[in-house]
C-alpha cells in the first residue's frame, strides 16, 4: 500500500519550546493531508485538514495559533506545536488519501510521541 | 456532523474462533468505510475497506458487510490468531473529507 512517513517518531521537549513534526507521502502526492491527536487508550480525533498551498482548516476546539500547519509541497505537510505544555503530550498521526477513484483511501503516518516535560 | 459508534469495546476469544465488531454510522451522506487495525505505540493500519456501493466485502480471514439502510457496519474475522490481537477502529467519511473514528475495540486473542 501507499506510505506515509512521519518525522520525528517520538520528540521529549520542555515546556515552552516549539516542536515541528513533518508527514510525507512518499510515492503519491496528496493535496491534502490530515492531521489527527490520540490521547492514551483513546480513539484518534481529527484536530486539522491541512491544504496544499492555502491555509488549514482547524476542527473546533483546535487552537491555530497553537498548532501550526504548513503544507508548502504536494507531499509534505509540518505541524509545528508552539509553546508546548504538559497536557499538549499525546500521539500525532498525520494521513493522507490517495485520490483518483470515486472515495478516497487513506493511508496513516507512524504515528509521532510528543512528550513535554 | 458525523458521528461513529462503535462495540464492543473489547473483545476476548480464543484462537481459531470468530470475532464480530460493530459500529453504526449517523450521516446518510458517509460513503466510505474503512478499518484500521492499530497495535501499541504505531500508525493505523488500513487492513479492509468498503464503498456505499458495495454490501459485502472479503479479504481472506477478514470480511465486512455494509447496511445502508440501517447505517450500520461490520467487521469479521475468522479463524483468529494472537498477531490479530491489537484496537481495531471504525471508521466512516465522505469523499474527500476527514475520516470519523468510532472508539475503538481491543481484541484479545488467547491460545
Known amino acids: 500500500g501507499a506510505v506515509v512517513s512521519q518525522h520525528p517518531s517520538r520528540v521529549i521537549c520542555k515546556s515552552g519550546t516549539s516542536v515541528k513534526i513533518e508527514c510525507r507521502s512518499l510515492?503519491?502526492?496528496?493535496?491534502?493531508m490530515f492531521w489527527y491527536r490520540q490521547f492514551p487508550k483513546q480513539s484518534l480525533m481529527l484536530m486539522a485538514t491541512s491544504n496544499e498551498g492555502s491555509k488549514a482548516t482547524y476542527e473546533q476546539g483546535v487552537e491555530k495559533d497553537k498548532f501550526l500547519i504548513n503544507h508548502a509541497s504536494l507531499t509534505l505537510s509540518t505541524l509545528t506545536v508552539t509553546s508546548a505544555h504538559p497536557e499538549d503530550s499525546s500521539f500525532y498521526i498525520c494521513?493522507?488519501?490517495?485520490?483518483?477513484?470515486?472515495?478516497?483511501?487513506?493511508?496513516f503516518g507512524p504515528g509521532t510521541r510528543l512528550t513535554v516535560l | 456532523g458525523e458521528n461513529v459508534e462503535q462495540h464492543p469495546s473489547t473483545l476476548s476469544v480464543q484462537e481459531g474462533d470468530s470475532a464480530v465488531i460493530k459500529c453504526t454510522y449517523s450521516?446518510?451522506?458517509?460513503?466510505?468505510f474503512p478499518w484500521y487495525k492499530q497495535e501499541l505505540g504505531k500508525g493505523p493500519q488500513l487492513i479492509i475497506d468498503i464503498r456505499s456501493n458495495v454490501g459485502e466485502k472479503k479479504d481472506q480471514r477478514i470480511a465486512v458487510t455494509l447496511n445502508k439502510t440501517a447505517k450500520h457496519f461490520s467487521l469479521h474475522i475468522t479463524e483468529t490468531q494472537p498477531e490479530d490481537s491489537a484496537v481495531y477502529f471504525c471508521?466512516?467519511?465522505?469523499?474527500?473529507?476527514?475520516?470519523?473514528f468510532g472508539k475503538g475495540t481491543t481484541l484479545s486473542v488467547s491460545s
Open positions: 450521516d446518510s451522506a458517509s460513503n466510505y
Open positions: 471508521a466512516a467519511s465522505q469523499a474527500g473529507t476527514a475520516l470519523i
Open positions: 494521513s493522507a488519501p490517495i485520490t483518483g477513484g470515486p472515495v478516497d483511501t487513506q493511508y
Open positions: 510515492d503519491f502526492q496528496a493535496t491534502t
